[in-house]
């Protein structure tokens, strides 16, 4: 299992930002490509973003696009979400989880989960 550790979130007013992190425990984040989901009160887990091994190809979800971006320092060891323009439909515990690639956005794949990192988006 690839053990992973969300960091970075908080409260946020309406329009505000947060970056949150994902950091490899363990392992090298390098060679895997990194997920970011979320799962929102009463909501069903959903996938938002997803970076590729080498960084170059990056997906949004169309509910992020535009004012999520997703980054990856393969020399630290981590990957960042950008999270700007946050609104209170973006309230939601935040997952990272590492996969071989990007293009499978099911949640349900991945056998566990580490505790996520809290955003709450309230004036």
């Known amino acids: 299992q690839l053990h992973v550790v969300e960091s970075g979130g908080g409260l946020v007013q309406p329009g505000g930002s947060l970056r949150l992190s994902c950091a490899a425990s363990g392992f090298t984040l390098d060679g895997y490509a990194i997920y970011w989901f979320r799962q929102a009160p009463g909501k069903e887990r959903e996938g938002i973003s997803c970076i590729n091994s080498s960084g170059r190809s990056k997906n949004y979800a169309d509910s992020v696009k535009g004012r999520f971006t997703i980054s990856r320092d393969n020399a630290k060891n981590t990957v960042t979400l950008q999270m700007n323009d946050l609104n209170a439909d973006d309230t939601a515990v935040y997952y990272c989880?590492?996969?071989?690639?990007?293009?499978?956005?099911?949640?349900?794949?991945?056998?566990?989960w580490g505790q996520g990192t809290q955003v709450t988006v309230s004036s």
């Open positions: 989880h590492a996969d071989l690639y990007c293009g499978n956005w099911d949640p349900r794949r991945f056998g566990s």
